[in-house]
């Protein structure tokens, strides 16, 4: 009998798990009967009641079981943290706000067994209920980072999606500490197919991304899965030595011709300005590396667990 393991990554979401759980128990019972589930709550550093929410679940379903941060580490370890602890033949991701509809993954599934894909992804094809500058620098994103990396990466595209088990492993291998997982499912590779859906709102509490954060995401994955910033800043300083080639070459003519009269300070200064202004951006994109790599040299855990429904016993 096949096996799907649930993982879902949890930030303060008192309110909205009691109802993910009636849901997906809903989907199981009328959709899988004859295969065996387990769900992995992570509770990341939670500072509500969720983790007592995650317990009480716990009492009642042997099915559910959880790992406790011991401080909130960001959704990206608490994925990773389930797909360690995950032993189902499938794994799914979830967000427990029920905006990836568990409703989707009896045809998920169902892909995955009668298609051949490996990997079956969601992507939301409207943005609605969303603030359209958020939408807006979301698609500037996705075109942005397409252009600078090998890796593709589907515009909308959720986490919410089902994987086999040789796909699972793949991820695994991948231990790095900056993780931008939309990327690593595409850098592991596999063959997925996409499922669209419509934008659904959360069903309760509030969405943790303030703008700040997703722009930092957004660097991390440019910073992650592409190195053509630095060619950038590379060609750019070529392209200012050949300019400054061909003014040097104009003076001294010029000089040569007309002699030479003392002008041109405003004009000096303006370029002293551009100049150094084009320096400092490239020392920010190479400390930016430079900084990614330092953090990943360090080698530091990517989530630390407090708990587990192993202690309990
Ligand atoms: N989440 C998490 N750690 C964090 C932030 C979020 O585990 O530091 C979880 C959160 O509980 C939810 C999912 O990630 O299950 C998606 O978060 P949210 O709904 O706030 O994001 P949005 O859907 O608005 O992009
Ligand atoms: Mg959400």
Redesign the pocket.
Known sequence: MDKISVI??????EK?LPLFYEEIEKVRKEDFNDINFEYIF?D???KDKTLEEIKKLQQDDEKVRYISFSR????E???FAGIEASTGDYVTL????L?DPPKLLKKMYDTIKNEGYDCVGTRRVTRKGEPPIRSFFARMFYKIINKMSDVEMVDGAR?YRLMTRQMIEAIKSLKEYNRYSKGLWSFVGFKTKWIEYENIE?VA?????SFWKLFKYALEGITAFSTTPLIMSSVLGLLFCLIAFIIILIIIIRTLVYGDPTSGWPSMVCIIFFVSGIQLFSLGIIGQYLSKTYLEVKNRPIYIVKETEKDLK
């Open positions: 879902v990554s949890c930030y303060n979401e909205s992570v990341d550093g939670s909130n580490f960001g959704k370890a608490a994925m979830m967000d427990a706000d905006q986490d959360r509490g509030e969405t943790k991304w």
